[in-house]
């Protein structure tokens, strides 16, 4: 089968032929229709993620139809549309992960191929109103943002809620989901092209990041937030304190802007305030994201599809940040 190998750090991705995966009891193989990118694929391919190996076939997002099953009791999803949920072994505490949590794309081989064989308790059947490109653009970053907002943020209608840095898959997701709970929502970013296009999908406004007095105008526009979701982290986050209402929860996955300055602890003990680390997310997520997605009938952003021989070519994009929304590999 072909697929998309990183044979070092220092070199790009190519596509190549591999053998085709062999299964085990429990396993199914999935002929895969649309895989898509996220920002964790870019720094395996730049070499700054643990327990990188090489050759390693990234993709952790994937959609496709189920071809081969490993024992009589996967039988079940022959010829099934499906989507996979990416994180594996996530254990007993629905709170956080266990110690053999990983993550499909490495160090187990991903979605950037032909096929791909998983477990078959990670199979969920695809939304059917979603074209395989849309449904592959769901799993890691659509989970992510769900556990995010609702289970860890317990957002509802009515909150106000501020999404820092829109435009990559994951604060569009965070966008599209509380739009569809009823929040009003807010957002930062350093493009005011990216908050025209958040505008279109839902948001009441928008600031730049890159304005020294964007806390002021965010201040102005709201009061306050009820729910923040950041992924940045940085010196700004200390403005994150000041723009919370009373009971508010910050909820935080990602760090690309540095760590977190000193802050005022005063001010979060005053104002009740939660401060919440989350990342990727539990079965009960996914499903919770899955029945979201089909009641609302939500239809994720994509901004780009390329054919899987060109997933270098997608890397480099997501290395300059230009998207909105979700790149996509097209097998």
């Excluded at 965070?174 to 739009?179: D, F, G, K, S, Y």
């Excluded at 009641?295 to 998207?323: G, R, W």
Aim: hydrophobic share 40%; proline share 4%; charged share 20%.
């Amino acid at each position: 089968m072909k697929a998309i190998v990183l044979e070092a750090a220092d070199k790009p991705l190519i596509l190549k032929e591999v053998e085709k995966p062999v299964l085990e009891a429990g396993e199914v193989l999935v002929q895969i229709k649309a895989a898509a990118l996220n920002r964790r694929d870019y720094w395996i391919t730049v070499g700054k993620y643990s327990g990188i190996k090489y050759p390693s076939i990234l993709g952790s997002d994937g959609s496709g139809i189920v071809t081969e099953a490993g024992s009589d009791a996967d039988k079940q999803w022959l010829n099934k549309e499906v989507i996979i949920n990416p994180c594996h072994n996530w254990g007993s505490h629905t709170e956080y992960q266990n110690r053999d949590f990983t993550i499909l794309g490495l160090p187990e081989n991903g979605t950037f191929a032909e096929y791909v064989k998983v477990k078959s308790e990670y199979l969920y059947p695809k939304p059917a109103h979603l074209s395989w490109e849309q449904a592959a653009a769901l799993p890691l970053a659509g989970m992510t943002t769900y556990r995010a907002l609702f289970t860890k943020g317990k957002a509802k209608k009515g909150d106000k809620v501020l999404i820092t840095g829109i435009g990559g898959g994951t604060g569009t997701f965070a966008l599209q989901w509380a739009v569809a709970a009823g929040c009003r929502v807010f957002v930062t970013s350093g493009s005011g092209k990216k908050i025209e296009r958040a505008r279109q999908l839902g948001a009441a406004a928008g600031v730049n990041y890159k304005a020294q007095d964007w806390a002021q105008e965010l201040e102005l526009m709201a009061g306050g937030f009820d729910v923040i979701i950041d992924s940045a982290l940085g010196d700004g986050f200390s403005k994150l304190i000041d723009l919370s209402n009373p009971g508010a929860r910050i909820v935080v996955f990602g760090g690309t802007a540095g760590n977190i300055p000193a802050l005022n602890g005063r001010k979060i003990f005053w104002k009740q305030l939660q401060l919440m680390g989350t990342t990727m997310g539990s079965p009960d997520d996914f499903r919770g994201m899955i029945d979201f997605v089909n009641e609302h009938k939500i239809i994720p952003v994509i901004d780009e599809i390329f054919p899987l021989a060109q997933a270098q070519k997608a890397i480099d994009k997501m290395e300059n940040s230009t998207q909105f929304g979700k790149l996509i590999l097209k097998t």
